[in-house]
């Protein structure tokens, strides 16, 4: 496969970030999560985080206009010329179109949007137990994938914390937001046809084996 350009779609909590961080080790390409890029901004202070923060804290989404910028400039870079993964971009039908303007204007197009498909009940549960590295992002549960030493991040040491979106209320409204705003991307790019549903149910690594299943065969595609 010449280039290999995804988006992970999904509800809130369905695993974007764990499958995400696999992806990029397997593929070694440039992984951009609008998430933690606005948490880190917020953390840093930066003008960005500042503008961000009222609306992650309510769990509504971020103008689009700030977030098509932050994107665009991504894709646009030498490093993501063998292809990118974008984790909760797009997360509009006008997210969704800037991104294709912007492809198109690069000559290139999107291999795969995948969606990792759960239920609202999985995602509350799921939310409810996740604990996140203070430093890198990292993602744990503490039922599904504990860390080994409570509330120190296995992989870099540093603080896990509960993140301040995965209150109950914050949740509910983040779940109404996908609903409402991301979930008619799924029309959007099944009409593309390149929209590509895994089950985001069972366990992490089988939903890991189904993702690069599928991809091989894309790429068994590409080739015939
Ligand atoms: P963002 O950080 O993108 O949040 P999200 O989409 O709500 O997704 P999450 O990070 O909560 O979940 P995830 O799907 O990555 O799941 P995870 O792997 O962590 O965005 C936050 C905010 O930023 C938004 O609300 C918005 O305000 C703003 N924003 C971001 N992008 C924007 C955009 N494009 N436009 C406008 N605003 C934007 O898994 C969850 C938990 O489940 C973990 O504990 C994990 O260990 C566990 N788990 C994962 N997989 C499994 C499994 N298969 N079985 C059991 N447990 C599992």
Redesign the pocket.
């Given at each position: 496969m010449p280039e290999l350009n995804l988006v992970l779609l999904?509800p809130?909590?369905?695993?974007?970030?764990?499958?995400g961080e696999r992806l990029q080790e397997d593929f070694r390409l440039p992984y951009h999560?609008?998430?933690?890029i606005?948490r880190a901004a917020v953390r840093n202070g930066t003008e960005l985080g500042a503008k961000?923060k009222e609306?992650?804290d309510r769990?509504?989404?971020?103008p689009?206009d700030v977030?098509v910028g932050l994107i665009a400039e991504r894709v646009s870079r030498s490093e993501a010329s063998d292809g990118f993964i974008l984790?909760?971009?797009?997360?509009?039908t006008a997210?969704a179109e800037a991104l294709d303007a912007k492809l198109d204007e690069l000559g290139r197009t999107l291999t795969a949007a995948i969606l990792?498909d759960v239920s609202d009940d999985e995602v509350i549960r799921?939310?409810s137990?996740?604990?996140t590295c203070v430093k890198e992002g990292h993602?744990?549960?503490v039922e599904?994938?504990p860390p080994k030493n409570d509330d120190i991040c296995d992989i870099c040491g540093a603080r896990l914390e509960i993140r301040g979106?995965d209150k109950p209320e914050v949740v509910r409204n983040?779940l109404r937001t996908y609903h409402e705003k991301t979930e008619p991307l799924v029309a959007y790019y099944e009409d593309r046809g390149i929209l590509r549903r895994v089950d985001?149910?069972?366990?992490?690594d089988e939903?890991t084996d189904h993702i690069r299943a599928m991809l091989a065969t894309l790429k068994m595609e590409e080739q015939l």
């Open positions: 999904g809130p909590g369905s695993g974007k970030g764990t499958q999560a609008t998430g933690d606005l961000a609306y992650m769990g509504d989404l971020v689009d977030m984790d909760g971009f797009p997360r509009t997210q990792i799921r939310l137990g996740r604990r993602i744990f549960h599904f994938d979106d983040r985001g149910s069972p366990p992490p939903v």
